[in-house]
DNA sequence: CTGAAAGCGCTTACAG
DNA sequence: CTGAAAGCGCTTACAG
């Protein structure tokens, strides 16, 4: 009996409901009835199916089921480009809490990725179309993703995690990354910092664009000048991230808000490059509580989301939307916490 | 047009194939047959079937026609539990490898994750037998999960992904630990070391074990003694790690050999905390090429395999089982390669 | 070359 | 309370 093979494909014949049936001598639709938990099946009859059932090891064949029912009970949940080089943190959280959802709901979770293919053909579209999926999940959606106002999809129970557009008809739930990023400004101004720079990711992300607002509003909350030469816009990426902090560090920024904690590890690089040490003579931030955050030297402070929750309430509004019992759009912005650890220099 | 909401379940009819065919003058058998890309229609025919089928927007109902064809066209891939806190990037990677495969070859993936519900109830199986699935791909398998030689299961297409079992008919696609080992600690050996520590996982892993393995094989070759008080077991989790760093130190150890980059990460932190130099007094060395690896401080010389290609290969043959094309049982390990970078003291 | 028909394994009004 | 029958939307021998 090997695992992979030819021999094995021809094993046991399937048992169906018909041999459930006729085990039983009872109709067809007396075992789906009971199967699916019908009260108008007495309580022997049931008792005597469900052993049948269980003797013979009888399992419905949901393809059958769905075809019948005219829904697949499967949302598709869609992943960036890994070549985008994202922050994995951000979607292992967000597809625990996805699963976690579909799980307890009965759903079965299909997997995709948004390759340049997959989006040109639609192939989105198609899952839906196609009753591969009643619904669907696009995670770290981008401001240059307009197909996604793609009326024909629109028609469908659809929903954004982790990012948003700006279109009214869109449901989402994303990070409140414009509260992080205040919160982050604060404390840093708080410890006495006035020239504060934050290296922001690309402004195509909705993320992005409200951390950076929130960092100048923080600004002006605390009276200090905005000046766009502490500003960086770059890739997501630490290396990037390093090269932008040496510009700012001789610009003279004393304190260093990142859009994302690889980009504050890199920063940190940065900050011990020119002799100076992160967390007493330069202050340095981050942003997604990423595994490594804490073991970065020193400890990264940074800011933290409910990812999971964030993605689990999303999936339960598409579900909702599956099952016809929400209604209208659905966006909301989640909170952000400070972790306040070593490389802010409060702690 | 809202995202999610009852008016919108109501939306345009499905098109089916009927339609396609009463607009064409056709039979449902034509239809179906220019679909599948049989060669005994004309092209004449084809192609206008072809054009109403893009005129129409039909898209043919997966869920029927897998019904009729008697298989899903879909693999399962089973991830560990969240909670086990296992390396993210190993299980992203993995994903990436699975999923590039599958889509190249039109196969659908569902996602389930391995809860203890999710295995004490043999959901697996339930996957199988539901047709749910055609095949399944299992992550990262630990020695206690004896549930895997399970008779049923075997008789599917099935393989483990980056952890293998004690057990012949069982397929798998691993990352070669031992050979991982022996490279970190032949370096480690020839930059003079003579007490290398080992900071390894649960035992009840594979690559745990081949690990363990290869380091001891390493010390044997470099006439090194193996000492058991330089060698430590404890959960993959960097402050466990840390501790464990403090113990081996105290035991007067030169190097550190730690099984998981993050285990380096609390490694490193460590040697810091007594007052010791990474990189300088100590070499440190981690295994996975995690993110944030070159961003540690000291950037972590580290073990890699190249993890997508492997669960790629595994996935190519749990395929080939589905289609009936591959025979016997797949069991390879796939070798590793050594990343120098400044924590080992070499660079 | 193409159509009528049976079949895939369920669900669900509709009778009785 | 339960069964016969139609239907879900395809595929695929089998005729012609």
């Not at 770290?140 to 990012?163: C, I, M, N, T």
């Not at 770059?234 to 510009?247: G, N, V």
């Amino acid at each position: 009996m090997a695992s992979i093979g030819k021999e094995e494909r021809s094993l046991p014949r399937r048992v169906t409901m018909k041999d459930v049936a006729d085990r039983c001598g009872v109709s067809l639709s007396t075992v789906s009835l009971v199967l699916s938990g019908d009260q108008r099946i007495p309580p022997g009859t049931t008792r005597q199916v469900l052993e049948v059932v269980k003797a013979l090891g009888y399992r419905p064949n949901v393809i059958a089921r769905n075809l019948a029912r005219q829904r697949s009970k499967t949302l598709a949940v869609i992943l960036p480009d890994p070549e985008a080089k994202a922050d994995q943190r951000f979607f292992a959280e967000a597809l625990k809490g996805v699963y976690a959802e579909t799980a307890r709901q009965g759903y079965r979770l299909i997997l995709d990725v948004a390759t340049p293919q997959f989006m040109s053909r639609r192939f989105y579209l198609r899952l839906l179309k196609e009753n591969s999926a009643d619904g669907l999940l696009y995670l770290g959606a981008g401001l240059r993703d307009e197909f996604l106002a793609d009326k024909e999809l629109l028609s469908y129970p659809f929903l954004l995690v982790g990012g948003y557009l700006d279109d009214p008809h869109i449901s989402y739930a994303a990070p409140d990354e414009e509260s992080g990023a205040l919160a982050a400004v604060r404390h840093l101004a708080s410890l006495g910092h006035a020239r504060i720079g934050h290296i922001g990711g690309p402004a195509l992300f909705s993320s992005v664009r409200d951390q950076a607002a929130g960092y100048r509003r923080g600004l002006e909350e605390k009276n200090l000048a905005f000046d766009t030469s502490l500003t960086e816009e770059i890739a997501f990426h630490p290396e990037a991230a390093r090269q932008a902090a040496l510009r700012l560090l001789e610009r003279k920024a004393t304190a260093l808000f990142a859009g994302t904690d690889l980009m504050a590890a890199g920063a940190l690089a940065a900050v011990k490059e020119s002799g100076l040490r992160p967390g007493r003579d330069i202050a340095v931030v981050g942003v997604g509580d990423a595994d490594a955050a804490e073991w970065l030297d020193p400890a990264l402070t940074t800011v933290r989301f409910r990812v999971r929750d964030m993605a689990a309430e999303g999936t339960r509004r598409v579900i909702e939307g599956v099952q016809g019992e929400a209604s209208g759009v659905f966006q909301k912005k989640y909170p952000a916490e400070l972790i306040v650890r070593k490389s802010c220099g409060a702690a």
